[in-house]
């Protein structure tokens, strides 16, 4: 079983970057692909960015496109957003997911671990 945890959120102004990660604890997930979602409250969670189990394929939603980056560390088992350019809308829950697959998916429902989120505020 794989358990993620994400950390780096915090508060930061328009304009201002962070870089999230997410660490695996037990089984390494040398072989997953992970994403990330957020959560805003009252919204649905949706996707954010993907990427492949080498690396090689990414994702990313259209509204943090140029402006995320998602990248991992096999050797770590740890997946990282880095968050440049940061908006209010930004504000959410940060959720990173692992699922048993190679192949990267901005589908929720295709993900069989999730983390316990990170919060990101960013203030006007």
């Known amino acids: 079983q794989v358990q993620l945890v994400e950390s780096g959120g915090g508060l930061v102004q328009a304009g201002g970057s962070l870089r999230l990660s997410c660490a695996a604890s037990?089984?390494?997930?040398?072989?997953?692909?992970l994403g990330w979602f957020r959560q805003a409250p009252g919204k649905e969670r949706e996707f954010v960015a993907a990427?492949?189990?080498?690396?090689?394929?990414?994702y990313y939603a259209d509204s943090v496109k140029g402006r995320f980056t998602i990248s991992r560390d096999n050797a770590k088992n740890t997946v990282y957003l880095q968050m440049n350019s940061l908006k209010p809308e930004d504000t959410a829950v940060y959720y990173c997911?692992?699922?048993?697959?190679?192949?990267?998916?901005?589908?929720?429902?295709?993900?069989?671990?999730w983390g316990q989120g990170t919060q990101v505020t960013v203030s006007s």
């Open positions: 990427i492949s189990w080498s690396g090689g394929t990414t």
């Open positions: 997911a692992a699922r048993e697959n190679y192949s990267a998916s901005y589908y929720a429902r295709r993900y069989d671990y």
């Open positions: 037990g089984r390494t997930f040398s072989s997953y692909a």
